[in-house]
């Protein structure tokens, strides 16, 4: 997980999107009770948050990547609008049950949202989003969002670099950050197949990495090879978070 800097709201999100979360709060407080106690929910429309102009807005924001887990996305998926904050329910731990009704009021709101792969976002994630203290919780639009302290990094408010490292090709807490870690475990950033993509572009880049420090090697090439490995360490690339750490620990 790297930092994403997002330019300016959508104006869907700014227009229909502020009409529409209007119409969340007063249907919530007509009968909190029922929202609450699932007998009644809220009706998200994916047109308006998952609209062309936010998907692409994010996507170019974020370099067409996984918010969370740094992969390619649009080559082999279309990817998911996820909500930061979960909008229909929320768990503080894996093994809870799903707490209604959400963070209904951030549906449509641009700091809420980031592009994401639909593993780290519909396998992992879901309605997970823990707070240091659960009791901080804002339980409907009329809370202080700001009294919430969230484990999972927000990549758009916090620096994930200085709560996440990389050894090798393997993410854990830096200086043991108990917000990295619950992002790692909770976003499932050690999970197999994702490793093996790491792996791969590590192998490569540690050739690299090898090959531009070898003074056998003529100064020409090491150069070209050195002008690669700064280009992969950039935020456009791939696990960009895990080359930047490799190279770093070499010296490049
Ligand atoms: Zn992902």
Known sequence: MIAVK????????????????AKLKAAFEEDPGAFRDGTKTHAFKSSVYGAKSVKSALKQAQFDKCFACESPV?????????????????????????????????????ENLFFSCQICNQTHKKNLFPLRKAADR?????????????????PARDDPRKHIEFVDDVPRGRKNSKRGNATIDGLGLLRDQLQEARRKTFVMAQLLADLAIDESVPAEQRNRVNTRLQEMRLATQPYSAMIDDMLRAKGL
Request: aromatic share 12%; proline share 7%.
């Open 138 to 154: 804002c339980l409907d639009h009329t809370g202080d969002l700001s009294k919430e302290a969230p484990l999972f990094l927000d």
């Open 6 to 21: 997002k330019g300016d709201a959508p104006a869907t999100l700014t227009n229909t999107g502020s009409t529409e979360v």
């Open 74 to 110: 649009s080559a082999v998926a279309h990817g998911d609008v996820e909500h930061f904050r979960p909008k229909g329910g929320f768990q503080q731990k894996a093994s809870d049950p799903v707490t209604k009704p959400g963070y209904y009021w951030l549906a449509y709101r641009w």
